[in-house]
């Protein structure tokens, strides 16, 4: 066991290494800004202390920004760590009330989204963000890179576009990583957070789109990184009923009426040739009823401008 842990370690090592190296190499010069100050919201359900720890020491080693840590507990965990502010809610809200918790203590301008197992790859991440930012006064939402740590190919779904390509390529989105994230904190007071009642699964969506149909716009940087071991999501049990479910909230509270059909209706399909198993088809099928007839919040779907929008940044309201 100890030689496994040792190989792996010294994997994670070369992996971090590399990926540094690369970006010395690759990343563009940006234009230099004052010191800014970066609020970073890590939720966590407390039975992960040493990666918690280790998120929190990567937000607090950033150089030229100013950090603000906090640290949302989805539970009735006892989490001191130091450095952060903690929050305990006592019990689990799911992942959008639990965001919304955090940026809710937060004072920052911009605010950092990580989840307790993920943490930035470099010291320089932040400050990175800051000045893309800094640069375009209409970016309202950042999509950090996801990297393994063991340097093991990453997740399709890890670059939030159509056409992943290379994953070091930044582009314009329609989503973006709700654990590894950059967004504004005037998104939220214009758009609202994140929508409670999604639990888990689409949440970033929701924003995204709203963010969209407010004008502001929505990026994945291929520079930018963090890093998180590579799992897929349908490890949790309520993957499939959750995703399914929500892609309906979705479509009833964001899309234009004949949107709404097409998309339930093209995910439902989708969702019943990915699943790989009689439960899980069972489960996906109990979300899209669900889906339909539980409270999702309040519909205000977004213009066809928005829609469109979507479909000049390569992924349209449908996919």
């Not at 590399?18 to 010395?24: D, F, I, L, Q």
């Not at 305990?88 to 920052?108: E, K």
């Not at 009689?278 to 539980?294: C, E, I, K």
Request: hydrophobic letters at 45%; a positive charge.
């Amino acid at each position: 066991m100890r030689d496994a842990a040792s190989a792996a370690s010294g994997c994670r090592r070369k992996a971090e290494a590399a990926w540094r190296y690369s970006r010395m190499r690759n990343l563009p010069p940006v234009p230099p800004s004052s010191v800014v100050s970066i609020s970073c919201v890590l939720l966590t359900v407390g039975d992960r202390p040493a990666e918690l720890r280790r998120a929190v020491s990567s937000v607090s080693a950033q150089r030229d920004v100013n950090v603000e840590i906090v640290v949302v507990v989805n539970g009735a965990a006892d989490v001191r760590v130091d450095g952060a502010t903690v929050v305990v809610l006592g019990r689990n809200v799911g992942i959008p009330a639990g965001r919304n918790v955090g940026i809710a203590a937060t004072t920052g301008a911009l605010i950092c989204f990580l989840d307790d197992d993920g943490w930035l790859a470099d010291d320089d991440v932040l400050s990175g963000a800051s000045r893309r930012f800094a640069a375009d006064d209409r970016l309202g939402i950042l999509s950090l890179r996801l990297r393994d740590p063991l340097g093991r190919p990453g997740q399709r779904r890890h670059v939030p576009r159509l056409r992943v390509g290379d994953p070091g390529r930044s582009s314009a989105v329609t989503t973006f990583l709700g654990g590894a994230a950059v967004v504004r904190r005037s998104v939220f007071d214009q758009v609202g957070g994140f929508p409670e009642e999604f639990f888990f699964a689409h949440e970033e969506l929701s924003v995204a789109w709203r963010a969209i149909d407010a004008g502001w716009r929505v990026r994945y940087d291929g520079q930018l990184a963090v890093f998180h071991p590579s799992q897929p999501a349908s490890r949790h049990p309520s993957f499939w009923y959750l995703q399914a479910r929500n892609r309906v909230f979705l479509a009833r509270r964001h899309l234009p009426a004949p949107l709404a059909v097409v998309y339930v209706g093209l995910w439902i399909g989708v969702s019943l040739a990915r699943a790989r198993s009689r439960l899980a088809v069972t489960r996906a099928l109990r979300g899209f009823a669900d889906g339909l007839r539980l409270p999702c919040g309040p519909r205000r779907p977004v213009s066809w401008v928005a829609v469109w929008r979507m479909t000049e940044a390569g992924r349209p309201p449908l996919l």
